[in-house]
């Protein structure tokens, strides 16, 4: 297989979820470090703390060209009474420039639905940050042969009109494979990007056809470069081996061969 978007420039982005206290930093700076060193090869990479650590860790890599700092959600208000909820156009001022939207752990812990989302979506637009929208199915849509219904409903729910390759990346994150260690076939993810990219460009034209979709789910070095080749796969969404940077580091160097 071989990737069929090669004008589109790669992004690998860590989510740490809710895991990280101060220490955790080091491994932030690590990765830091690394891409300062001139190992830059074409990949955009970010790191999406949790809000406790977001102000500290962009102000320690404000001049890092080399490593963006994303949030992992917002609120679609600007500002208002909402207890423990946090803004886009906070994460903005803390040195964001991306959040992560309708994570699948949010829909399930928090019964997030896509015109949530959606809205999620347009409030990153607004406070000028890029939402990563997450969509994927779980283990029984799967089963029930009901993939690609699925992703077409979130992404036809979640993305907002009008979006550009600018302001939207979406993230494919099947939820059987989060944390468990499991990856869809090569082909199966082959299909599902593929269904994705079809949608976008339907819906979106050059725009959709240049968006970055990133795939998530249980990436980690010893399957980053095989999953990275596939068509449409323009990056990775990575959890738990985002939190130690020299695996977190050897699947962004899956992209330099
Ligand atoms: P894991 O890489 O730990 O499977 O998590 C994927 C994920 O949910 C990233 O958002």
Redesign the pocket.
């Known amino acids: 297989m071989t990737d069929q978007s090669p004008a589109i420039r790669p992004l690998v982005a860590g989510?740490w979820?809710m895991n990280g206290l101060k220490a955790a930093l080091d491994e932030a700076l690590a990765v830091r470090d690394a891409l300062a060193g001139g190992t830059d090869n074409g990949t955009d990479v970010m790191i999406c703390p949790p809000a406790s650590l977001l102000m500290v860790l962009a102000e320690l890599t404000r001049d890092s060209a080399g490593l963006q700092i994303g949030g992992q959600d917002c609120h679609t208000a600007a500002s208002g009474a909402h207890t423990g909820d946090v803004s886009a156009e906070m994460l903005k001022d803390a040195g964001a420039s991306a959040v992560?939207v309708g994570?699948?752990?949010r829909r399930a812990d928090h019964g997030e639905l896509d015109r949530l989302v959606r809205d999620k979506a347009l409030a990153a637009r607004r406070a000028g940050l890029t939402a990563i929208v997450?969509i994927g199915e779980t283990a029984g849509q799967r089963a029930a042969g009901l993939t690609l219904d699925v992703v077409r409903r979130q992404l036809l729910g979640s993305v907002p009109d009008g979006a550009t390759a600018a302001d939207t990346v979406i993230?494919y994150?099947p939820v059987w494979?989060?944390?468990?260690g499991l990856t869809p076939t090569l082909e199966d993810v082959a299909s599902v990007h593929g269904a994705i990219r079809e949608a976008l460009a339907t819906r979106f034209g050059g725009e959709g056809a240049s968006m970055r979709i990133l795939y998530?789910?249980?990436?980690k070095p010893d399957n980053a470069r095989e999953l990275m080749a596939v068509a449409n796969v323009d990056g990775a969404?990575?959890?738990?081996?985002s939190l130690k940077a020299d695996d977190f580091l050897r699947i962004i160097q899956a992209y330099g061969a």
């Open positions: 989510n979820k992560i994570h699948s752990e997450c993230a994150e494979a989060i944390g468990t998530g789910g249980s990436v969404l990575v959890g738990g081996a």
